[in-house]
């Protein structure tokens, strides 16, 4: 594997900066590369460092880590839907995914944690017919006098799981919107961030309060405590016919495109901590940005 520096000319620098949002630039795009680690690569998750990514198949179905500073990558898994949100643990940087396996047609999930460095696994859940979410409720870190705080959804709902006790919150009447995704924790473990389908991607308190709407941002991830990042996609009854990468501010009053309109880039990931933020293109190609405050 390399990674290629892609040298943006002047035209086309100065088309992605007007293309940024006249409401106000955000970050400063430093420069861009194309991960090439496979011809159809998606779904990519980034380290709190920014220094590994996992990525998986079109349909989720396996698991891979690259090393981006060495380029060695590793097979987590083969299994059917082991791509589908895995996770990297904050404290410990160990990888949390799922696996699967059919019995008599019949299909069981379990939760699985990856040690990168030792390649030990562990059981977290055990093979299940109704696994709710790729994160645990707790997943028994064994670090003590720190409050495990998980958010996910369930389609339903936003579920608060404190060391293992869930509240559920439903942030909006049934009447108004058709369900809840891309659910998760700011970075300071303050506020929640999710995509009401029928309303867009909003911030609530822990009480499901709604502090901001963010517009019809899709896939949202935290960049840091004031920014998210997800896709502003279009698309007709069939298939996507646009998306582009977007910098939003945690009020909603400042958006930027970091992407240009042709290149259908996709499911954003960012380690705000190290200014990177990366993407998959709809043809499989994965990209990784590099980007500063302005």
């Given at each position: 594997m390399r990674i290629r520096n892609l040298r943006?000319?002047?035209?086309?620098?100065?088309?992605?900066?007007?293309?940024?949002?006249?409401?106000?630039?955000?970050?400063?795009v430093l420069h861009?590369?194309?991960i090439d680690i496979e011809k159809r690569a998606f779904y990519p998750v980034l380290n709190d460092k920014g220094d590994l990514l996992l990525f998986t198949g079109a349909n989720y179905n396996g698991l891979k880590l690259v090393d981006l500073s060495t380029g060695k990558i590793t097979q987590i898994s083969e299994?059917?839907?082991?791509?589908?949100?895995p996770v990297f643990e904050v404290n410990t940087g160990n990888i949390i995914h799922r696996e699967t396996r059919f019995v008599e047609r019949r299909k069981y999930q379990s939760v699985q944690r990856y040690n990168p460095s030792s390649r030990q696994?562990?059981?977290l859940v055990p093979s299940t017919r109704n696994l709710k979410a790729t994160l645990p409720s707790t997943t028994r870190s064994g670090i003590k006098n720190v409050p495990e705080i998980r958010v996910y959804s369930n389609a339903q709902s936003v579920i608060i799981s404190n060391n293992g006790v869930e509240k559920l919150i439903k942030p909006f009447p049934e009447s108004e919107v058709s369900g809840y995704i891309w659910a998760s924790l700011s970075p300071d473990k303050k506020r929640i961030l999710f995509y009401a389908t029928g309303k867009g991607t909003c911030i609530a308190d822990f009480n499901g309060k709604v502090i901001s709407f963010l517009?019809?941002?899709?896939?949202?991830?935290?960049?840091?405590?004031?920014?998210?990042?997800?896709?502003?996609?279009?698309?007709?009854?069939?298939n996507y016919?646009?998306?582009r990468i977007q910098l939003v501010s945690a009020d909603g009053k400042t958006k930027q495109y970091l992407t240009g309109e042709g290149e259908m880039a996709m499911y954003p990931t960012a380690s705000g901590q190290a200014g990177k933020i990366a993407y998959n293109t709809y043809n499989g190609d994965i990209h990784l940005l590099t980007v500063k405050p302005e």
């Open positions: 943006i000319g002047s035209l086309a620098l100065i088309s992605l900066m007007m293309a940024t949002n006249l409401s106000g630039q955000l970050v400063k861009k590369e194309k299994s059917e839907g082991a791509g589908f949100e696994r562990t059981e517009g019809n941002i899709q896939a949202p991830r935290w960049y840091t405590d004031s920014l998210v990042v997800g896709m502003d996609a279009r698309n007709n009854e069939y016919t646009s998306s």
